[in-house]
């Protein structure tokens, strides 16, 4: 079951019974979790055995539902901070500071024409929460094969989640192989007997990453003499940087998928769990990792949720071996690959054939085949142009490009 997280805005402020509501939900939540730790439970269902008689005669009013829901945030808190607890980091005991309530989906109703939301409160008070209701939201919405799952209503938005069944990966007709790297995706797109180039760039991911490091360093020395407040602002930067790099990722994933979808490929990426920089002495490296891992994270999972089929391959040597005759080079090299053999390529795009290679070996790529030779090397296409923030035509020498 594949689980999509839609947000909305609300058309006019929230009552204050909505209000009240997130107040005695936040107070569910943290009573559970004090109630979790003594008894050393984390399940929904030992939680509601455990303090839902208690609480319900604390709070008669409130809906039975809404409560069960509380203490289903509250396990997932307790999870976690069992978690840091076990890296002897959560010598603390958790608490919820958000306003926020979740209702699961039995608990309010949503007409999907209007977008209206029917929530209940407690017994015999319905509030109606208006959504505002864009195309993006229309696609969710009018989609027959999605069903509706949690509801998560917070001060200034709402979160509906819509399910779906994995729907089945098609049988690629097409590969986009994709080196990953900090500045672009670099790859080999193969259809019949043709292979070219094709690349996204997303230069701006490392420069906001570089500022962001910068500054963060700078705070640190400024308010070095309160740890605190040092702490708070870091983490409201690397709030704020991972927002916008997101953003970022979101439109380079969902260019990649839309020339996947297009022509039926098979994605193929390396696979980076197991990628760690071999020496510490450069933190900047380890920072550097992260939007990787990241935009792999948004191209598997929105591929997942179209049925496109994604491999990922072991990144071995990729760098290094020669598509053509299989030399591997051990000597350091710069930004081209040159091989004895004569065969010269671009790094990135050199280590895509590769990763290519290595999935239609392991024969994860359906029927198709894919000969190096027939690469064309003054072909480029563009998946995605920061500029215009959109794909655009693929462009290198037109008249090869005819051809195809
Ligand atoms: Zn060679």
Redesign the pocket.
Same mark, same amino acid.
């Given at each position: 079951m594949l689980i999509k997280g839609v947000v909305f805005r609300l058309e006019g402020e929230l009552t204050h019974e909505v209000k009240s509501l997130f107040e005695d939900f936040r107070l569910a939540v943290n009573s559970a979790i004090r109630a979790g730790l003594q008894a050393r439970i984390t399940s929904r269902n030992a939680l509601t055995r455990l303090a839902y008689k208690d609480f319900r005669a604390e709070h008669p009013r409130m809906y039975a539902q809404h409560l069960v829901s509380a203490f289903e945030v509250a396990g997932s808190v307790l999870k976690n901070h069992r978690r840091r607890v076990r890296k002897g980091k959560g010598n603390y005991v958790p608490y919820v500071r958000r306003l926020f309530m979740k209702a699961e989906n039995q608990a309010y109703k949503l007409d999907r024409k209007s977008g209206v939301i029917d929530l209940p409160v407690r017994a015999g008070c319905h509030v109606e929460l208006r959504l505002i209701v864009s195309q993006y939201h229309r696609e969710y919405l009018d989609d027959t094969t999605l069903t509706l799952g949690s509801l998560t209503v917070l001060p200034n938005r709402v979160i509906v989640a819509f399910r779906k069944d994995a729907p089945k990966p098609f049988v690629p007709e097409s590969a986009l192989s994709l080196d990953t790297n900090e500045r672009s995706l670099d790859g080999v797109f193969i259809e019949g007997d043709v292979a070219k180039a094709v690349k996204a760039d997303f230069p701006e991911v490392a420069i906001i990453q570089q500022r962001h490091h910068d500054r963060r360093k700078r705070l640190q020395k400024k308010k070095a003499h309160d740890r605190r407040i040092s702490r708070e602002l870091c983490r409201r930067e690397g709030t704020r940087e991972h927002h916008r790099i997101d953003y970022r990722l979101h439109q380079v994933a969902n260019s990649v998928l839309k020339f996947a979808e297009e022509r039926r490929s098979a994605i193929v990426l390396e696979d980076l769990n197991g990628i760690r920089p071999k020496m510490s002495k450069e933190l900047n490296r380890r920072l550097s990792m992260w939007p990787r891992r990241k935009l792999h994270q948004i191209i598997e999972y929105k591929a997942h949720w179209k049925g496109i089929p994604v491999v990922k391959v072991d990144p071995r040597n990729s760098s290094r071996t =020669?598509?053509? =005759? @299989?030399?591997i080079q051990y000597s350091r090299m710069g930004a081209e690959f040159v =091989?004895? =053999? @004569?065969?010269r390529l671009e790094g990135h795009i050199n280590a895509s054939m590769n990763l290519l290679q290595t999935a239609i070996s392991k024969r994860m790529a359906g029927g198709l085949r894919f000969n190096p030779g027939a690469f064309q090397h003054d072909v480029m296409m563009i998946l995605y142009n920061p500029v215009t923030g959109a794909r655009s035509e693929p462009n290198g020498t037109s008249g090869i490009f005819g051809v195809t």
């Open positions: =020669c598509p053509i =005759c @299989g030399r =091989c004895e =053999c @004569g065969w």
